[in-house]
T-cell receptor, first 116, second 115 residues
Framework: DTGVSQNPRHKITKRGQNVTFRCDPI?????LYWYRQTLGQGPEFLTY????????KSRLLSDRFSAERPKGSFSTLEIQRTEQGDSAMYLC??????????????FGPGTRLTVL | AQSVTQLGSHVSVSEGALVLLRCNYS??????LFWYVQYPNQGLQLLLK??????LVKGINGFEAEFKKSETSFHLTKPSAHMSDAAEYFC?????????????FGKGTKLSVIP
């Protein structure tokens, strides 16, 4: 069990640039979640996939944000035209998927984004 | 809608003393409740969870929490603090009862342990 991995661990970019993060879930997990954590706050839900289908999106996920999980395995989160307010830790989590039941979410180490 | 309030953004205890981290929740449906721990520059690790079984839940590293419906609380305790417990702790509620798999987190409580 290698756990959830995220790359890169740190990203520094200039305002207006595009950035992309990758998340590799635990191999048998069919659910994948993205959260954002700003300084001094708890994680906030962004979006959720069941296999390759994106089933939930938070209102925090503006049109500059797009997430994909093309083959139901790894996922990418892209932020276009980054703003300083996008600076945060982006956390990925995965879980098994039993309908109607809570399945424990396992979190990756996160990608810390700094927008200058 | 679900929400979580953690009282005290920073708690300091002496090594060997009782740890008490407070969490109150709001939920329109029977909640699933969780405590996660986060060490610096790391992801979240699940300490324990309440999923409508026993109201007193035991977790890893000697932590436990009690679900009190009448008080809408889920406080985290540990009888004797260890230096390695210094970290940030998050209480969370699941939205599964409302048809969503997302977790709603509190703002966190940073625990410092004084030698």
């Amino acid at each position: 069990d290698t756990g959830v991995s995220q790359n890169p661990r740190h990203k520094i970019t200039k305002r207006g640039q595009n950035v992309t993060f990758r998340c590799d879930p635990i191999s048998e997990h069919n659910r994948l979640y993205w959260y954002r954590q700003t300084l001094g706050q708890g994680p906030e839900f962004l979006t959720y996939f069941q296999n390759e289908a994106q089933l939930e999106k938070s209102r925090l996920l503006s049109d500059r944000f797009s997430a994909e999980r093309p083959k139901g395995s790894f996922s990418t989160l892209e932020i276009q035209r980054t703003e300083q307010g996008d600076s945060a830790m982006y956390l990925c989590a995965s879980s098994t998927g039993t309908s109607g039941m809570y399945n424990e979410q396992f979190f990756g180490p996160g990608t810390r984004l700094t927008v200058l | 809608a679900q929400s979580v309030t953690q009282l005290g953004s920073h708690v300091s205890v002496s090594e060997g003393a009782l740890v008490l981290l407070r969490c109150n929740y709001s939920s329109s449906v029977p909640p699933y409740l969780f405590w996660y721990v986060q060490y610096p520059n790391q992801g979240l690790q699940l300490l324990l969870k309440y999923t409508s079984a026993a109201t007193l839940v035991k977790g890893i590293n000697g932590f436990e929490a009690e679900f009190k419906k009448s008080e809408t609380s889920f406080h985290l305790t540990k009888p004797s603090a260890h230096m390695s417990d210094a970290a940030e702790y998050f209480c969370a509620v699941s939205s599964l009862g409302a048809g969503s798999y997302q977790l709603t987190f509190g703002k966190g409580t940073k625990l410092s342990v004084i030698p």
